[in-house]
């Protein structure tokens, strides 16, 4: 089946570790984007690419890093420069100009 | 201002109630329009697409309103499977094409 894969769904990050959340799409698009979400909040931005190996900060991309080496893959790095990480991590991807889809998310939580 | 505007809400209506969103956006080049809907701990998904023209899928009818740059919303015969939080998405045209999503408005829909 077509879509987009986030993984792991559940992820704990001790104080000062880099953690990596994956995610991976097979349905051709040119764009894909990481959102972050806080509770009873809307998505926000972090970070976005509409094609390979390009990618453009979003509205809160400090403590964060992003690849796109694959049309396919947009993995997003939380840094320890992160100070507040616990949050409901969306991915998504679209053609440019149509509706965009969203994998399953990935909830990370500072222990 | 921010960019894509909602009423958070609750809306607590009844079965069988008529219920209506509306959302603002700031930037009058905005192209695409569309509304998700997000049930509690799981990621948004596409509702319908909003048209110049206006367009209806059941008991769900989107409007755009070009000079007062707002879309709406009408859920008809509202069903208790209705209560989710409903995602107003908006974005620019073109190379720059960014869904930018409001923090949503939350439905809830009781016996």
């Known amino acids: 089946d077509g879509g987009i894969t986030q993984s792991p769904k559940y992820l704990f990050r001790k104080e000062g570790q880099n953690v990596t959340l994956s995610c991976e799409q097979n349905?051709?698009?040119?764009?894909m984007y990481w959102y972050r979400q806080d509770p009873g909040q809307g998505l926000r931005l972090i970070y976005y690419?509409?094609?390979?190996?390009?990618?453009q900060k979003g509205d809160i991309a400090e403590g964060y890093s992003v690849s796109r080496e694959k049309k396919e893959s947009f993995p997003l790095t939380v840094t320890s420069a992160q100070k507040n990480p616990t949050a409901f991590y969306l991915c998504?991807?679209?053609?440019?100009?149509?509706?965009?889809?969203f994998g399953q998310g990935t909830r990370l939580t500072v222990v | 201002r921010k960019e894509v505007e909602q009423d958070p809400g609750p809306f607590n209506v009844p079965e069988g109630a008529t219920v209506a969103f509306n959302c603002t956006y700031s930037?009058?080049?905005?192209?695409?329009f569309f509304w998700y809907r997000q049930d509690c701990r799981k990621e948004p998904k596409l509702l319908m697409s909003?048209?110049?023209s206006g367009n209806e899928d059941g008991r769900f009818t989107a409007q755009l309103n070009r000079a007062s740059q707002y879309i709406s919303l009408l859920i008809r015969d509202s069903k208790l499977s209705d209560s989710a939080t409903y995602l107003c998405?908006?974005?620019?045209?073109?190379?720059?094409?960014?869904?930018?999503f409001g923090r949503g408005t939350s439905l809830i829909v009781h016996p």
């Open positions: 998504a991807s679209s053609e440019l100009n149509t509706e965009a889809f």
């Open positions: 349905l051709n698009h040119d764009a």
């Open positions: 690419s509409q094609i390979v190996n390009d990618f």
């Open positions: 930037n009058s080049a905005s192209q695409s």
């Open positions: 909003v048209y110049s």
């Open positions: 998405v908006v974005s620019l045209s073109g190379g720059s094409y960014i869904p930018t």
